[in-house]
């Protein structure tokens, strides 16, 4: 192992070979949103594949989870593969060695952009347990059920395209933002615009060692500043079931492996990328929830086990409600909707800690009697539309902290699951670059 090699693998990575698709490819058409984004809206994911058409595009290498429970998911998953084989085959891919990506991206919501480093990570020095203290680690309740239908969809991929973003706690912006501030001298991998309000993306390849030094020395530090017996350098920001179900792979594929052959394995890494927690356009945004089948009363009886007491204010539209859910006065609140309005509900004792973790221990009753169904929604104008549909409620969530984030996860392991999103669902990563994950 080489001495860059060595200062790498102590902070869990290691350089990829990065493969994104010829200049003869139109990017617009290749990138597709994260397959977990717009899960109630099977239109969504209609239209982009009116968008695409024949073209080249990772619309034919992923699942969208809007059809998870189609009847027969082994042709979609055999499409997948094959696709994938297929365009390996056809040479549809430049391939940058040994390399990093600078990632930017810009959104119509934030222009002025988010800065991130793609990096493949040691799914050795990850642990999505609930009590774990590894180095990379899930940041939400990590759902074990959902992991097999994934599993069987990466096992036989040859490639892997990365959704999944990990944050940093870089308060010096000594990772990252060193490279942005040098981007004019580090070549250009790609440039596009994204479909359906995606914003833009551009990319530089990072690939000498004087890099790859600075990055690993300036990771190393933060590392070495973390208490030893709960050393969290990496938190999951999306895409944790990706990564989870990343793990479940190798672990299969390693107990076949001697020592050696474990060391440098490409399913032993997943492409991740990097985001600083501190960067001014990286936005956090609360995951809502919606309830299908249920009417008010009955989601306040399951409230009023969960709470001391519970009052409600009617409020009149969503920016009112927006503000009074997340005004600081250290009460509890979260914001409802249905057919007939908005309301905010005010807790008093309530059982968790944020509202999230509340409304979850709900959500988990209402399951367990089969009397609801629930899906997690990004943006609160969605699950404000289908909230206010008959027989459907919508829950709104406050504002997570990015300040204490880190802090939270050392003192309490884990959030409740689908706590927070970065962005909303159009802002969420698009599948761009690939990594072959087999021999």
């Known amino acids: 192992m080489s001495n860059v090699a060595q200062h790498l693998a102590k ?52 699942y969208p989870e809007v059809y998870l429970e189609e009847a027969h998911p082994e042709k979609r998953i055999e499409a997948i593969n094959a696709t994938m084989k297929r365009y390996i085959q056809e040479d549809l891919f430049t391939v940058y060695k040994n390399a990093f990506f600078l990632v930017h991206r810009t959104t119509p919501s934030s222009m002025i952009g988010r800065w991130g480093l793609l990096v493949a990570l040691d799914l050795e020095q990850y642990d999505y347990a609930p009590d774990s203290r590894s180095m990379i680690r899930a940041t939400e309740g990590t759902i074990l059920s959902r992991i097999p239908p994934r599993k069987e969809i990466r096992k036989n991929a040859p490639l892997e395209l990365p959704h999944i973003m990990v944050l940093i706690n870089d308060e010096k912006r000594s990772v990252i933002e060193p490279l942005a501030k040098k981007r004019e001298q580090l070549p250009l991998a790609y440039e596009t615009e994204l479909m359906a309000g995606g914003g833009a993306l551009k990319a530089w390849v990072v690939d000498t060692d004087e890099d790859m030094l600075k990055i690993a020395k300036a990771l190393k530090e933060m590392l070495d500043a973390l208490p030893q017996d709960n050393p969290l350098l990496y938190a999951m920001g999306d895409g944790n079931h990706s990564l989870a179900t990343a793990k479940s792979c190798w672990m299969d594929i390693r107990d076949t492996l001697t020592e050696d052959e474990r060391k440098d394995h490409p399913a032993r890494y997943a492409l991740v990328e990097l985001e600083n927690i501190f960067d001014e356009g990286l936005e956090f945004e609360p995951i809502h929830r919606v309830l299908f089948g249920l009417d008010q009363h009955t989601f306040e009886c399951e409230l009023a086990k969960v709470c001391a007491h519970f009052e409600k204010e009617k409020i009149s539209d969503m920016e009112s409600l927006d503000a009074a859910i997340n005004k600081e006065d250290g009460r509890q609140k979260f914001g409802f909707c249905d057919k007939h309005g908005y309301l905010v509900y005010i807790l008093t004792e309530p059982k968790a800690s944020i509202a999230a973790g509340t409304l979850q221990l709900i959500i988990d009753s209402l399951l367990a009697q089969k009397i609801a169904c629930v899906d997690y929604i990004h943006g609160k104008d969605v699950t404000a539309t289908l909230g206010s549909k008959e027989g459907n409620l919508g829950l709104i969530l406050p504002e997570v902290s990015k300040s204490t984030f880190f802090e939270s996860i050392i003192r309490d392991n884990a959030l409740p699951r689908k706590t927070f999103s970065m962005g909303e669902a159009h802002e969420k990563r698009y599948y761009m670059e690939a990594r072959k994950i087999q021999y």
Do not use: F, H
């Not at 698709?21 to 990017?27: F, Q, S």
């Not at 977990?36 to 239109?43: F, G, K, V």
């Not at 239209?47 to 080249?56: I, R, Y």
């Open 11 to 62: 902070v869990a990575l290691k350089r990829a070979d990065i493969m994104i698709p010829k200049a003869t490819i139109d990017l617009t058409k290749w990138a597709v949103v994260a397959c977990d984004q717009y899960t109630s809206e099977p239109e969504y994911w209609e239209q982009v594949k009116q968008l695409v058409g024949e073209s080249p595009s990772t619309l034919n290498l992923i």
